[in-house]
């Protein structure tokens, strides 16, 4: 059989660049509008994308065996059940700059395209890194591990709102671009001569324009910016953590850009049931030190030789059991609400 220099043979690769750019095109053109999506309508969705992602591990399992098709879907469920902390931050981002609810799908879109991207340069080089010798599992241990950490200090507590106008990103945007402080539509940006017929506006008395510049960025661009750089900052642990159950690009990749497909609609689905999943984050946290033994296991293991690693089935396994754990516990335990004074 003729294998390519990812691994697998043409027909793999090639029905994998079909299934992604097919489902791909189909996202683009079925949320073109602004209207915001109900919960049945994301639900559908999440259902569709999920059932693309196991037509893919179907696919898998009959052309390269069960082995091959559990990697995939380990690393399926891993980056979806990883999203979850990603999503709940992009919650609090869209609170922050209170964007209203038909234009964040259009934010989601053109962050998720960027996550891709992104996703499949750190795969390129953390696949890369392995090839440096053990040592590197060993950081990327450490990097999931320290993640958990910190997320279990942070103990989930939303009293205390960020302030994104200090975020790195929106800093460094509004360096780049002058800012007309309202939202002006679904646009990222805005021509100064749109905007000087907008100062002539009653309910724009008192705003004026920057010395310089002909294109002005909106309050929707600079939620775009600190959304993507963000989720740059959870692929620090997302793609370690991936690459934990494969080392193979292709299996790394493909699960990864699946589970991230079905993230914008995930997201509207997580949004109204936010209040019910009030453990999800402990199962999360569960998995990232898991994930992190793992990876531990496997790099002591090339240094030592103690034979000791989680195979996949059992990896599979337990992230299917952690996460059903953190949903039944949302069920059976939920958050009480506060007395109202």
Known sequence: ???????????????????????????????RGDKPISLFQASAWSVFWILISFGFAGFLYIEHGPDVATLFVTGYALEKVLSVDNLFVFMAIFAWFKVPNGLRHRVLYWGILGAIVFRLIFVAIGTGLLALGPWVEVVFALIVAWTAVMMLKSGGDDEEEEDYSQHMAYRFAKKLFPVWPKLHGHDFFVRRKTLEAELTKPENQGLSLAAKGGLFATPLF????????SDVLFAFDSVPAI???SREPLIVFS??????????????VLEA???????????????????????????TNHIFHHGYTIDPNTSLI????VL?????????FPQKEEAQA
């Open 222 to 229: 600079l939620c775009l910016v600190v959304m993507e750089v």
């Open 273 to 299: 049931l936010k209040r019910y999943l009030v453990h999800l984050e402990k199962a999360v946290i569960a998995l990232l030190f898991f994930i992190a033994i793992k990876l531990g296991l496997n790099a």
């Open 255 to 268: 699960a990864m850009l699946f589970a991230i497909l079905g993230l914008r609609t995930m997201y509207f």
């Open 1 to 31: 059989m003729e294998v390519s220099q990812l691994g697998f043979p043409p027909l793999t690769i090639a029905v994998f660049v079909a299934l992604a750019i097919g489902a791909m095109i189909i996202d683009m053109f079925t949320h």
């Open 318 to 321: 337990i992230v299917v059991v």
């Open 324 to 332: 059903a754990i953190g949903i039944f516990a949302s069920v059976l």
């Open 243 to 245: 690459i934990a159950v």
